[in-house]
């Protein structure tokens, strides 16, 4: 790989096997640029996938889900073999196409998002739109002084990535997509690597909830997220935790961390009680978990 694509390949670390490349649809003059971040397990090639992340402060939601599928399914089709040759060239295609569709004189981000993030203190946002609100296919036409107030968490910083959370109050689906829509406009918050969100609504006249929730491109984060909002049995809220990805594989500890800094928010906006209260909700619920599975054999 290096021989193929010189500097634009970079060893990270060669005894855990983790590389990275700097992928554009154009050499001499990219419009966008992505950095494919891999990490190779003893079985691959013969029976394991290469561990990826795909980091560009534009890759969001469905765009970052439809090419994450792409790299499954060449997986799929070339089990046994080495794809990371393939996987490059289909991100160069994909990021080719993209430049082709984009509108002439469109401010284009050339920035990768580990070089966005400038340093650990700058990350912590407040509120205010530094850019213009960029598209999010969302109708946030409303009246803005429904829009709710959004508070903000402590961040979280590990092996250079940060995790921080947001929160408002929320009682019906448009109140959550104006705070998407608000949170977007902050440049530092729709740079972030991963802004996974999760609602829970109390639906007073049915006594039930309407609930929701988007990984937006790391897989099982805002299911597992939701989780917590319903074990900690929080209602009419939105939570919202941005990761800044900052090149080193955190492993099952990025959820630990996304986890933990909803739980805190909630905690001092005073969804819950203490952590003490909201650990024994968790062991509450899940011996009510278990005795249910009892009667049911």
Known sequence: ?????????????????????????????????????????????????????????WLKGQERADLSNSLEEIYIQNIGESILYLWVEKIRDVLIQKSQMAEPGREVEKKTEEEDVESEDEVLVACQ??????????????????LPPIDHGVPITDRRSTFQAHLAPVVCPKQVKMVLAKLYENKKIASATHNIYAYRIFCEDKQTFLQDY???????????????????????????????????????????????????????RSY??????????????????????????
Not at 283 to 291: F, I, L, P, S
Request: glycine share 8%; proline share 6%.
């Open 1 to 57: 790989m290096a021989a193929i694509y010189g500097e634009e390949w970079c060893v990270i670390d060669d005894g855990a096997k983790i590389f990275c490349i700097r992928i554009s649809d154009d050499i001499d003059d990219p419009k966008w640029t992505l950095c494919l971040q891999v990490m190779l397990p003893s079985e691959y090639p013969g029976s394991a996938p290469p561990v990826y992340q795909l980091n560009a402060p």
């Open 129 to 146: 739109p530094e850019t213009p609100g960029r598209a999010l296919g969302f109708d946030v036409s409303a009246e803005m002084e429904e």
């Open 214 to 268: 988007d990984d937006d491109g790391e897989t099982a984060a805002g299911g597992r997220l939701l989780h917590l909002m319903e074990v900690l049995n929080v209602r009419n809220v939105l939570v919202v935790v941005s990761r800044w990805y900052g090149g080193i594989l955190l492993g099952p500890d990025r959820f630990k961390h996304i986890n933990n800094c909803a739980r805190s928010i909630l905690v001092e």
């Open 272 to 297: 819950v009680g203490s952590p003490e209260e909201s650990s024994k909700a968790l062991g509450k619920n899940r011996k009510v978990r278990k005795d249910k599975k009892r009667s049911e054999h």
